[in-house]
């Protein structure tokens, strides 16, 4: 299994561009999450999904947008890039097998908006 | 609104040293509880795990205890090693659709 990928590894946008995070796992996993870290900071909550065709919104949506057409992906859109958006974003799968309860996450995306 | 805070964002301990890394938590409702660490430019990974129906869980050199009264998480692990400098993450779901809630971080380092 390759787990959870992400790509771009790295990405520069300017103010007001758009561009699609992409994520894909290979386990099945029903949950899938976008999350964005701060520098010194824990990851907060942007969207999430319990399986294809459902997402909800997170703690930090605004500015965001996600879909969930497959089980596999879970791509999060950015439609007007602002340099608050600067972050590393991370996306995980949810695995709620018996007895155990946990995430997996992937390598991230470095983003910087300037 | 919720949130999970930890009381300390540093921690340096001496090698082979005993390290406790505590976590407090605002929602009484939670019933599941999860430690990560977080090495320098990786996502975050599992270490250990509890429900709030369990007290103690022991893994390998870790072990967590939950004290539900106090709203308290702590994470204990055993003989650190360099290899367990990092920033260590204490994270709660409770279950209305797995929303997975974290604290700010406590950054582990081991002196030799």
């Known amino acids: 299994n390759a787990g959870v990928t992400q790509t771009p590894k790295f990405r520069i946008l300017k103010i007001g561009q758009s561009m699609t995070l992409q994520c894909t796992q290979d386990?099945?996993?029903?949950?899938m999450y976008w999350y964005r870290q701060d520098p010194g900071m824990g990851l907060k909550l942007i969207y999430y999904?319990?399986?294809?065709?459902?997402?909800d919104k997170g703690e930090v949506p605004n500015g965001y947008n996600v879909s969930r057409s497959t089980t596999e992906d879970f791509p999060l859109r950015l439609e007007l890039a602002a340099p608050s958006q600067t972050s590393v974003y991370f996306c995980?799968?949810?695995?709620?097998?018996?007895?155990?309860?946990?995430?997996?996450f992937g390598p991230g995306t470095r983003l910087t908006v300037l | 609104g919720e949130s999970v805070g930890l009381h300390l964002p540093t921690l340096s301990v001496q090698e082979g040293d005993n390290s406790i890394i505590n976590c407090a938590y605002s929602n009484s409702a939670s019933d599941y509880f999860i430690w990560y660490k977080q090495e320098s430019g990786k996502g975050p990974q599992f270490i250990i795990d509890?429900?709030?129906?369990?007290d103690k869980r022991q893994g390998q050199r870790v072990t967590v205890l939950l004290n539900k009264t106090v709203k308290h998480l702590s994470l204990q692990i055993a003989a650190t090693q360099p290899g367990d400098s990092a920033v260590y993450f204490c994270?709660?779901?409770?279950?209305?659709?797995?929303?997975?809630?974290f604290g700010q971080g406590t950054e582990l380092s081991v002196k030799p």
């Open positions: 995980a799968s949810r695995s709620t097998a018996i007895g155990t309860d946990t995430q997996y």
């Open positions: 994270a709660e779901i409770y279950n209305q659709g797995g929303k997975l809630i």
């Open positions: 999904s319990v399986g294809a065709g459902i997402t």
């Open positions: 386990m099945n996993h029903n949950y």
């Open positions: 509890i429900r709030s129906n369990m």
